[in-house]
């Protein structure tokens, strides 16, 4: 076989990164072209095999070319999961069949998994094509020798020289396997998480009984789960399975789906049963200890049980409840708390704990007066820790005091019912402070050098007319030296607030969060200084600063700088931004430079 006809293998977290969106897993990938010599009339396959060590599922999108080859079917999708000794495997199977044109080399090449914009390139793959007839069958492997079903080449002629003693019945009985549905807490409350597991069940046979193992798992049915908010909980990688005694024998026991339910409706909720089918391998031990001969039966069917779980109803609620069920805690912080009259401070409030926060009110901040106060963000992120959802809602003011003065901001308060006590609790926040200084000072426009200080040996009786000159050339000097400061002054006080408002937005640890206070200081800056209205689209940017004097070069920086944090505020849960927030508030800080 020449080189390019071995199967091309790749393996470990790059080809998962490039292929799955769910969190890296171990895992290889196969391309195959067999045979790898064939003869005109006859059929090669290609083959491209994705195995993962978990259940997610498998998206990949093959791209090749054909030289001498022509496609006559496929593909075939094959995706089966296998659970031996305890550990889980996920393939998946595409073949095409190619049928050669002319004798001589036939080769696939352009070999790649493509998943998104992402591309995982793989070895080129040939065949040799003979005329019709020249090729050969290759020999079996077996041929001119008896089959060996144990794989020991000393099994059968042991079990011909010496009878093998009667198997117990027990050992070639059809062993157990089972479907088992289990859902914790099994009495809850409206709101509450519960954890819904499928487990696979195969009895634990005594020593020389033989052994059980699934090869494949095929899903047939999921519950859908009516009457609850459903979360995916993503199995371990490697799971191993747990031995397990159920009705007085012992069971492998191993997770093959999870989900996280939140009830909406108390009452009774039925679950219906899952349904998969499986194929097996029955190890059946071969005499006097010398190996085990394996024995593939058809495929079975298994169903779980149904489950109907009753959710309890709340409690009658006191008065500011909004729906918040779990085990939760809140905090407030206030960036910074001293400010100058004009600077921005951000407000951060936080609910986390286990439970589902989505759809819960915005909490109100009182009225501050001499504070301009923006309405609030509001986020909602989760993220499953074992089998437990935890959930963070957020929400974000932008604080700006129009004069000195200290504010006291009041606690943020919640009622939330935890379902572990089964009781209402209050969570405040602790109260916050608020200090602004004076506006930082304009210096004073003084008088001319030259017109301070009177030279020295001047002669005291100067002409009248080149003193009144003189001091009305000093007048209307100072005159358009504070008119710039003045002008300088207020475009440096508006430079100064955008700065301090958007290092404030990107010093948060929240992106959503960071992104959108840093847009709305830049359109707040931008409506007041070239009196651009705030609910202009961008796209429509460069056009109206440029009819206000400004060069197109800075107005598409500007855009482009607006882009990019719109960009941050709503990419869908970037890995890390810490990097990209430095980087947009350096750009920020160069634009007002220029722009003030």
């Known amino acids: 076989m020449r080189a390019g006809n071995r199967p091309a293998v790749v393996a470990g977290a790059l080809i998962l990164a490039a292929l799955a969106p769910a969190p890296a897993a171990a895992g290889s990938v196969h391309v195959t072209l067999a045979p790898p010599r064939l003869a005109l009339g006859?059929?090669?396959?290609?083959?491209?095999?994705?195995?993962?060590?978990?259940?997610?599922?498998?998206?990949?999108?093959?791209?090749?070319?054909?030289?001498?080859?022509?496609?006559?079917?496929?593909?075939?999708?094959?995706?089966?999961?296998?659970?031996?000794?305890?550990?889980?495997?996920?393939?998946?199977?595409?073949?095409?069949?190619?049928?050669?044109?002319?004798p001589g080399k036939a080769r696939v090449y352009g070999l790649a998994l493509v998943a998104g914009k992402q591309s995982l390139p793989l070895p080129d793959q040939e065949a040799w094509v003979d005329e019709v007839g020249a090729a050969g069958a290759a020999p079996r492997p077996d041929d001119g020798n008896p089959p060996n079903r144990s794989g020991d080449p000393f099994a059968q002629l042991f079990r011909d020289l010496f009878p093998q003693p009667p198997t117990p019945a027990t050992a070639t009985a059809e062993p157990q396997i089972l479907l088992r549905a289990e859902l914790t807490p099994a009495n809850p409350w409206a709101g509450q998480q519960l954890v819904y597991?499928?487990?696979?069940?195969?009895?634990?046979?005594?020593?020389?009984?033989?052994?059980?193992?699934?090869?494949?798992?095929?899903?047939?049915?999921?519950?859908?789960?009516?009457g609850f908010w459903s979360q995916e909980i993503q199995l371990p990688e490697s799971g191993q399975a747990e031995m397990v005694e159920l009705d007085g024998?012992?069971?492998?026991?191993?997770?093959?789906?999870?989900?996280?339910?939140?009830?909406?409706?108390?009452?009774?909720?039925?679950?219906?049963?899952?349904?998969?089918?499986?194929?097996?391998?029955?190890?059946?031990?071969?005499?006097?200890?010398?190996?085990?001969?394996?024995?593939?039966?058809?495929?079975?069917?298994?169903?779980?049980?149904?489950?109907?779980?009753?959710?309890?109803?709340?409690p009658p609620a006191p008065a500011g409840f909004g729906g918040a069920v779990g085990q939760l805690r809140a905090r407030v912080r206030l960036s910074p708390d001293e400010v100058r009259a004009g600077e921005a401070a951000i407000l951060t409030a936080e609910l986390t704990g286990s439970g589902n926060l989505n759809g819960l009110p915005d909490p109100r901040l009182a009225d501050l007066p001499g504070v301009q106060l923006s309405p609030a963000q509001e986020s909602t992120r989760q993220r499953v820790d074992g089998t437990r959802v935890d959930a963070t809602r957020s929400w974000t003011w932008t604080l700006v005091p129009r004069r000195a003065g200290q504010w006291r901001l009041p606690p943020l308060e919640w009622v939330t019912f935890d379902p572990v006590a089964g009781a209402y609790r209050t969570l405040r926040t602790e109260p916050q402070q608020l200090a602004a200084l004076?506006?930082?000072?304009?210096?004073?426009?003084?008088?001319?050098?030259?017109?301070?200080?009177?030279?020295?040996?001047?002669?005291?009786?100067?002409?009248?007319?080149?003193?009144?000159?003189?001091?009305?050339?000093?007048?209307?000097?100072?005159?358009?030296?504070?008119?710039?400061?003045?002008?300088?002054?207020?475009?440096?006080?508006?430079?100064?607030?955008?700065?301090?408002?958007?290092?404030?937005?990107?010093?948060?640890?929240?992106?959503?969060?960071?992104?959108?206070?840093?847009?709305?200081?830049?359109?707040?800056?931008?409506?007041?200084?070239?009196?651009?209205?705030?609910?202009?689209?961008?796209?429509?940017?460069?056009?109206?600063?440029?009819?206000?004097?400004?060069?197109?070069?800075?107005?598409?920086?500007?855009?482009?700088?607006?882009d990019d944090l719109h960009y941050l505020r709503y990419a869908p849960q970037l890995a890390s931004t810490e990097s990209l927030q430095r980087e947009l508030l350096e750009r920020s800080r160069r634009l007002a430079r220029r722009l003030a």
């Open 438 to 562: 004076p506006p930082a000072p304009v210096p004073a426009a003084g008088p001319a050098a030259a017109s301070r200080r009177q030279p020295q040996g001047s002669p005291l009786c100067a002409p009248l007319l080149w003193g009144v000159a003189g001091a009305t050339g000093a007048l209307a000097l100072v005159g358009l030296v504070a008119l710039a400061q003045r002008w300088r002054g207020r475009d440096g006080k508006a430079r100064k607030q955008l700065l301090a408002q958007v290092t404030a937005a990107l010093g948060q640890t929240q992106p959503r969060h960071a992104a959108g206070a840093a847009e709305a200081a830049w359109r707040s800056f931008l409506g007041a200084r070239f009196h651009l209205p705030t609910e202009t689209p961008p796209t429509q940017w460069p056009t109206l600063l440029a009819r206000r004097g400004l060069g197109p070069a800075l107005a598409g920086e500007v855009v482009r700088l607006v």
């Open 197 to 226: 597991t499928l487990y696979l069940l195969a009895e634990r046979r005594p020593p020389g009984e033989g052994r059980v193992v699934v090869e494949t798992i095929f899903p047939r049915r999921v519950p859908r789960f009516q």
């Open 42 to 102: 006859q059929v090669a396959e290609l083959s491209f095999e994705v195995t993962r060590s978990d259940l997610s599922s498998i998206r990949l999108g093959p791209r090749f070319q054909l030289d001498n080859f022509e496609i006559v079917g496929g593909p075939a999708k094959t995706d089966s999961m296998t659970w031996v000794n305890g550990e889980l495997s996920h393939r998946m199977v595409l073949t095409w069949y190619l049928a050669p044109q002319r």
């Open 249 to 314: 024998k012992l069971w492998w026991r191993q997770a093959i789906l999870q989900r996280a339910l939140f009830p909406y409706e108390p009452g009774a909720h039925p679950i219906e049963s899952a349904e998969a089918d499986l194929r097996l391998v029955y190890f059946r031990p071969l005499g006097f200890g010398l190996g085990e001969e394996p024995v593939r039966p058809g495929a079975v069917r298994r169903v779980s049980n149904a489950l109907t779980v009753a959710v309890r109803a709340l």
